[in-house]
């Protein structure tokens, strides 16, 4: 056959002569490459219009062939949907791509069940190359192309040696559209690694497109970096989509951080994928006192939307380690956003960590903590009641340290004062009391005094329901999520009537309360409340 020998180091390996026969819908033609060089190719393929002796350029017909490079090996997987004869011409180079060779490929059988590839936006077949390196990641998890997979739960690692990579990904299919998927695929920076995770939906042939910009180098756009054939060929299987954030990243958001000292802030696990069965997570963060912390949870519902999860994240302090303690009353995928400010200022609250949480197994009777209000500081420690929710008609014992308060006391949702916790004799800051949830329903605040002068500031708040709504939420919540039989609907109807009973209690004692304000941090809502007692 003719051959192109102007690339030093290029040989054929699979084909040495320039027709090939196909019996069976499909062939491989690999070259070898030179070493220490990065070689670009090209193909044209043609099939021979059944009444003319002239190829026709069938555009379509790439979409039926497989390219990708390993171990200086590069291979043109070609899978024929009709019988009949092909051309393939192939070009390379450097920086001008010359013809190299071209072959005739008779193909008397069509290929069983071939389907086309799914688009992709690469000129350069699958898996990592020269773009890749440009952008100076290296692939750890997958040097090749074509990731196979019997879940449908892949992880494509690469390790960033040339400073913070940014990433974008989409993921294509011949059975979904391109918003179909959109939550499919997320990443995370964990240290110098991004990992991008894929849930694929169903089996089938996927391709994964990634863009990529050096965060310090690059402008705003993305360059296209490589492309993934991933394939799942096991029937059956169903992945949910994942909770995501805007911009499908999770991990530590250095770019946010510019008004939060970075000094001394760790944060532990350092992996934002956590994989639970508990339902009970706990974040350890390290900084700097002077830095404030809150974390936002939300659950990925089924019809694939985010809803804020109230009541089931809790923060404390001791010393420079603080802690956000999640409780996970259904199964799924959460994401927690953490923010941070510094708290000798008013300033706003930035995202500076994004977690991303499956929880695999629902845990209904899980606690859910108090709600915590802006003067709920770090300084304080809630030792009971843990629980946010309080069965009515009980005496409850409360436990908590406030250092440098004048009073702290408990009153209910019509501004009645239940009980004032008295400081313990031994020179703490525990402040101690029993306290009657009474008969009736409603929310139990606990309020703090700083000093005789100063107005009063709410900091939790409590719901004391009957001691059968308690325990039907308890032990049937979770089950509303996972049936639709009339008895499910039942409870689930109850529980939207104890919201907004909740509702409407809150407007009325907003009504009730004086100088009341809402403090709006970078788009996270806290209730603000200040009482005249």
Same mark, same amino acid.
């Given at each position: 056959m003719r051959w192109n020998r102007e690339i030093v180091g290029l040989s054929i390996i699979s084909h040495p002569l320039a027709v090939i026969e196909s019996r069976d819908g499909e062939t491989d033609i690999q070259f070898a490459l030179p070493m220490n060089s990065h070689v670009s190719f090209r193909y044209q393929l043609f099939a021979k219009a059944s009444s003319s002796s002239e190829f026709s350029n069938a555009t379509?017909?790439?979409?039926?062939?497989?390219?990708?490079?390993?171990?200086?090996?590069?291979s043109f997987n070609l899978f024929f949907p009709f019988k009949g004869q092909f051309k393939i011409m192939f070009y390379a180079g450097n920086e001008t791509l010359n013809w190299i060779c071209s072959y005739i490929i008779n193909c008397t059988k069509a290929k069983t069940n071939c389907q086309p590839l799914p688009n992709t936006s690469s000129n350069d077949g699958f898996g990592p190359g020269r773009l890749t390196t440009e952008k100076g990641l290296l692939a750890l998890s997958h040097q090749s192309g074509v990731i196979l997979t019997s879940t449908g739960q892949v992880e494509v690692r690469f390790r960033m040696e040339k400073g913070l990579v940014e990433l974008l990904h989409h993921l294509h299919s011949n059975s979904y559209t391109d918003d179909q998927l959109e939550n499919y695929c997320v990443h995370r920076i964990v240290n110098e690694e991004v990992i991008i995770s894929v849930n694929l939906p169903s089996s089938g042939d996927y391709t994964l497109d990634i863009f990529a910009k050096l965060a310090i180098v690059d402008s705003t756009s993305y360059d296209f970096n490589c492309s993934y054939l991933i394939r799942c060929t096991k029937p059956g299987i169903s992945n949910p989509p994942f909770a995501t954030t805007y911009d499908k990243k999770f991990g530590l958001r250095p770019e946010k951080m510019k008004a939060v000292s970075k000094k001394g802030l760790k944060f532990k696990p350092d992996d934002p994928y956590i994989i639970t069965d508990s339902g009970e997570v706990a974040i350890e963060i390290e900084s700097e006192p002077s830095i404030k912390f809150h974390g936002q949870l939300e659950l990925n519902s089924k019809n694939n939307e985010m809803e804020r999860i109230d009541g089931h994240v809790f923060y404390e302090r001791t010393n420079n380690l603080g802690k956000l303690l999640l409780t996970l009353p259904y199964s799924g995928f959460y994401t927690l956003v953490v923010f941070a400010g510094d708290k000798r200022n008013s300033g706003n609250l930035t995202e500076v960590f994004n977690y991303l949480i499956n929880c695999t197994t629902a845990h209904a009777d899980l606690i859910k903590y108090p709600l915590t209000y802006t003067d709920w500081t770090e300084d304080y420690v809630l030792f009971e009641p843990r629980q946010g929710l309080l069965p009515n008609d009980e005496e409850i014992d409360f436990s908590v340290s406030v250092p440098g308060a004048h009073s702290v006391y408990v009153i209910n949702?019509?501004?009645?004062?239940?009980?004032?916790?008295? =400081?313990?004799?031994?020179?703490?800051?525990?402040?101690?009391?029993? +306290?009657? @949830?009474?008969?009736?329903?409603?929310?139990?605040?606990?309020?703090?005094?700083?000093? =005789?002068?100063?107005?009063?500031?709410?900091?939790?708040?409590?719901? +004391?329901? @009957?001691?059968?709504?308690?325990a039907k939420l308890l032990q049937g919540v979770n089950n509303v999520r996972d049936s639709d039989d009339q008895d499910q609907k039942r409870l689930k109807d109850k529980q939207r009537q104890l919201m907004k009973q909740e509702q409407e209690r809150e407007v009325k004692l907003q009504q009730q309360l004086k100088d009341m304000e809402l403090e709006k941090e970078d788009g996270i809502y806290i209730p603000f409340l200040q009482i005249g007692l």
């Open positions: 379509k017909l790439k979409q039926f062939v497989i390219q990708q490079t390993k171990n200086k090996i590069i949702e019509e501004h009645e004062k239940l009980c004032d916790l008295v =400081k313990s004799p031994d020179g703490s800051d525990t402040w101690e009391g029993i +306290v009657n @949830t009474g008969k009736i329903p409603g929310d139990l605040y606990l309020v703090v005094k700083k000093s =005789k002068d100063e107005n009063a500031m709410i900091a939790l708040k409590f719901e +004391v329901l @009957t001691k059968e709504d308690t």
